[in-house]
């Protein structure tokens, strides 16, 4: 399976703007012929979480965003697994959708850790894209201590958006290169599946870092883009990291 991981350069609450960034991306994205295109956590909005900033950015599911995404599958001929504030009535999540190649909404996945105002879910559930087991995990859900025994069924692959910045200096290389880049691979190990990680890169003080990871259930990195960059990540994943 062919991936692309897209660390997504954005300016926090403006929508329209990195979708449009987005769709300047799709021609180089296309010539590579990805299975599927993986994207960071709350992909277009930025990690918004003041209540009021959310009545107006997040949206439902599916709703206008996923009908954009679903357009933009059928062009690509690739899934696409993004992240999007979503609004259920007036509850919030913070929500990964994979959307397949023919537009169709595959899997839905709620986080199952995070702050108010946002709502969580108990449980993740596995899907099966591509002879891939893929469990959607959402930036620090993948520290959950216990997170293999709430994922339903046994997953292969997890897909981990983040929109992960350091307090102070973001991006940090010296404190990701370190540190923090060895907590992500180390728990990988632990959790022995093939990890999918991407993040957001976001124009604005102290924003998300960027950087995008294949790492194998050895805690190796198979592939990576660059701590601090938008540089797309393109990676075939061989039968045998399964």
Same mark, same amino acid.
């Given at each position: 399976?062919?991936?692309?991981?897209?660390?997504?350069? #954005?300016?926090?609450?403006?929508? $329209?703007?990195?979708?449009?960034?987005?769709?300047?991306?799709?021609?180089?994205? =296309?010539? !590579? $012929? /990805?299975?599927?295109?993986?994207?960071?956590?709350?992909?277009?909005?930025?990690?918004? !979480?003041?209540? &009021?900033?959310?009545?107006?950015?997040?949206?439902?599911?599916?709703?206008?965003?996923? &009908?954009? #995404?679903?357009?933009?599958?059928? &062009?690509?001929?690739?899934?696409?697994?993004?992240?999007?504030?979503?609004?259920?009535?007036?509850?919030?999540?913070?929500?990964?959708?994979?959307?397949?190649?023919?537009?169709?909404?595959?899997? =839905?996945?709620?986080?199952?850790?995070?702050? /108010?105002?946002?709502?969580?879910?108990?449980?993740?559930?596995?899907?099966?894209?591509?002879? +891939?087991?893929?469990?959607?995990?959402?930036?620090?859900?993948?520290?959950?201590?216990?997170?293999?025994?709430?994922?339903?069924?046994?997953?292969?692959?997890?897909?981990?958006?983040?929109?992960?910045? !350091?307090?102070?200096?973001?991006?940090?290389?010296?404190?990701?290169?370190? +540190?923090?880049?060895?907590?992500?691979?180390?728990?990988?190990?632990?959790?022995?599946?093939?990890?999918?990680?991407?993040?957001?890169?976001?124009?604005?003080?102290?924003?998300?870092?960027?950087?995008?990871?294949?790492?194998? /259930?050895?805690?190796? #990195?198979?592939?990576?883009?660059?701590?601090?960059?938008?540089?797309?990540?393109? !990676?075939?994943?061989?039968?045998?990291?399964?």
């Amino acid at each position: 399976m062919r991936v692309c991981l897209v660390p997504l350069r #954005i300016i926090p609450g403006n929508s $329209k703007s990195n979708l449009e960034h987005f769709f300047v991306l799709l021609p180089k994205i =296309k010539l !590579f $012929k /990805p299975d599927l295109v993986c994207l960071p956590e709350c992909t277009f909005s930025g990690y918004i !979480f003041e209540e &009021q900033e959310l009545l107006h950015i997040s949206e439902p599911v599916p709703g206008n965003l996923t &009908q954009i #995404i679903s357009a933009i599958a059928k &062009q690509l001929d690739a899934a696409i697994c993004f992240g999007v504030l979503e609004a259920d009535n007036l509850d919030f999540y913070i929500t990964q959708l994979l959307i397949e190649r023919n537009g169709d909404l595959r899997a =839905k996945q709620r986080k199952i850790s995070e702050k /108010p105002p946002f709502k969580t879910v108990e449980r993740i559930n596995t899907f099966t894209f591509l002879d +891939f087991n893929i469990a959607l995990v959402t930036c620090g859900d993948l520290f959950t201590p216990d997170l293999p025994s709430k994922i339903n069924g046994v997953p292969n692959l997890i897909i981990n958006s983040m929109s992960r910045s !350091f307090d102070n200096k973001s991006p940090n290389l010296n404190r990701w290169n370190n +540190f923090e880049r060895k907590v992500y691979l180390e728990r990988v190990r632990e959790l022995g599946i093939t990890t999918l990680i991407v993040n957001s890169l976001e124009d604005c003080n102290e924003g998300a870092f960027g950087g995008a990871l294949v790492i194998d /259930p050895s805690g190796n #990195i198979l592939a990576e883009a660059p701590h601090g960059s938008d540089e797309i990540l393109f !990676f075939d994943l061989p039968e045998t990291v399964k």
